[in-house]
């Protein structure tokens, strides 16, 4: 079977992964008590809980089980029900490889669809990353790209000399992407003299550029992008994921019923790795994305 970026984000839309950890989920007569166990153990295990194979047989059931049309007494609904789950932190753990081919969503509950290292991305089936839907899969992404792919929100590192009023004279070459750790507060920068500006983007228009930084008197930062700017990338960003990047994840395969493409891998640890743009391919910046959109 042949594969397409329309037809891959599909199956991505086609994926449905239930855990009965989900806040409001209802009750499911078939616990086994993996619901109990938190998305992540002390020892830092993630735990997934339940993947119902078909969504649509789980929600009959949890259908007929809230009329009382149904207390475990008829095989016929019973049986069915039953084998439609799967414990997923049963499955083995293994490593895997690729190029990413799409991608949709975000960081809790996103998929990343790609091909094994040597597969055509065009020819063949590609396996589907699923993250866990708590947004507890541990995800990092690195590389470098041009500066084009700058966009509003991304927070950002360089080292510069502003003004009192926060103007950067000299246009500036490099710049870091990063995803600062929970509670982290950048230092107040001081004008007249080269610092180091950590702050979110806020504006890009015409190669200038507005960053905010929560810290300090000087607020507001105007800088120039020099012509050959780069960005060095070390975040946690899943929208920077792109086609051609290479992946590299930790998870357990499923290949059965309900999976996508050549399957469904729930991934605990997630590597990217930006690889620049072959020549001619246009370079876009990220912006929000929906499951199955094209």
């Known amino acids: 079977m042949t594969s397409s970026p329309s037809l891959t984000l599909v199956a991505l839309a086609m994926i449905a992964v239930a855990t009965n950890a989900s806040a409001g989920a209802p009750f499911n007569p078939y616990d086994d008590g993996n619901a109990a166990q938190p998305p992540v153990s002390a020892d830092g295990t993630i735990h997934w809980g339940t993947f119902y194979k078909s969504a649509a047989i789980q929600k009959s059931y949890e259908r007929l089980w809230n009329l009382g049309a149904c207390r475990n007494t008829n095989k016929a609904i019973t049986i069915p029900v039953a084998e439609n789950k799967l414990v997923i932190d049963r499955l083995p753990e293994a490593e895997f490889k690729g190029v990413v081919t799409a991608s949709a969503g975000g960081l809790a509950g996103g998929m990343v669809a790609f091909v094994r290292e040597g597969e055509s991305p065009t020819e063949a089936d590609p396996l589907v990353a699923q993250f866990h839907p708590a947004g507890v899969t541990r995800f990092a992404i690195q590389g470098r790209a041009p500066a084009a792919i700058l966009a509003p929100g991304m927070v950002v590192r360089f080292r510069a000399e502003a003004d009192s009023r926060g103007r950067i004279a000299e246009p500036v070459r490099a710049l870091d992407v990063v995803t600062p750790p929970k509670g982290f507060k950048p230092d107040e920068v001081r004008p007249n003299r080269v610092d180091t500006i950590v702050g979110s983007v806020v ?44 992946i590299e994840v930790k998870g357990r395969l499923w290949t059965g019923e309900g999976s996508a493409g050549a399957g469904t891998v729930f991934v605990s640890d997630v590597l990217v790795t930006k690889q620049p743009p072959a020549a001619g391919q246009a370079i876009v910046a990220p912006g929000p994305r929906t499951v199955g959109a094209r």
């Open 203 to 246: 504006s890009i228009r015409k190669g200038t550029v507005i960053v905010r930084v929560d810290a300090g008197r000087l607020r507001k930062f105007t800088l120039t992008l020099a012509d050959d700017a780069e960005l060095t990338i070390d975040a946690a960003q899943f929208d920077l994921v792109g086609p051609g990047d290479v």
